[in-house]
Every structure is written in C-alpha cells, then in structure tokens.
C-alpha cells in the first residue's frame, strides 16, 4: 500500500499566542518601515512605485504597492538594497508568495498609471517585472 502521510500537530496554545505575537510584531514592523518610506522612499519602491504622490487615490496606490513590498520583504528576509522583492525564490511555495507580492506591485503600478508617467522603456519593464525583483 502507500505510504502514511504525516500530518502537522495542531499548534498548543501556547504556540498559537507566540504566533500571534510574532504576526503582530511584523505588522508593526511593516507600519514602521511604509511610515518611513513616507518621509522618505527607498531607492527600491522608488523604482517600483516611482516618487510618492499628493493625488489621495495613486497615494493610496502607492501606499499599498509599499506595503506589498515591505510585508514581503519581512517575510522572507529580504536585505537586497536594489530590488524591491529581492531573488526570485527556489523553493515551490515561496515562489508563489513572491508571484503574489509582484501581482499586488503590479496593480498599484496600474493604479499610478506609472507606464505614462515614467516613459515607454520603464513602462516596458514594469509590465515585465524586471524592476520588483525578476
């Protein structure tokens, strides 16, 4: 016959309240760091969201294209300095994370309409990617 699948064990209590410190932790950690990009953007949301806005609805693009970025980025550890999503991951389920987070940069860069703003090259390589981290 085949073989006996093993199945996580259900987290204690005590695991569950850790793991809700640890995701509020990160939750504050990601408001810190979009507040900061607030005051001043980082080279790489600069390059995949463009300078911030004073439009309230691209600003609202923009600060969730932002929060894309840098919840991912807690996530998985990311300290790449030049792109917003870092390596393309190896790792099956991690992959899909990263396609996540570039979907939700990819609909705030719709949103600010950048491919206007920023030119055809750059538009070009925002619909490929190639700016949050390919």
């Known amino acids: ?20 410190l ?9 408001r810190r760091q979009i507040a900061a990009e607030r005051l001043k953007p980082s080279a790489f949301v ?8 004073t439009n ?3 600003l609202e693009a923009w600060n969730e294209g932002a929060e894309a970025i840098h919840s991912y980025r807690l996530r998985n550890g990311v300290r790449d300095p030049r792109r917003a999503l870092g390596a393309q991951p190896k790792e099956p389920s991690a992959r899909v994370d990263h396609a996540r987070a570039q979907q939700a940069i990819r ?3 719709r949103r600010l309409e950048l491919g206007r703003q ?17």
Not at 22 to 30: K, N, S, T, V
Not at 118 to 134: H, M, N, P
């Open 22 to 30: 640890i995701e509020e932790r990160m939750g504050d950690l990601c």
């Open 46 to 53: 600069r390059e995949a969201l463009g300078e911030r806005p």
């Open 118 to 134: 920023l030119g055809v090259e750059r538009s070009i390589g925002i619909e490929r990617g190639l700016e949050i981290g390919r």
């Open 1 to 20: 016959m085949g073989e006996q699948q093993t199945r996580p064990a259900a987290l204690s209590s005590e695991q569950r309240l850790e793991l809700c």
């Open 107 to 109: 609909q705030a860069q």
């Open 56 to 58: 309230a609805r691209k």
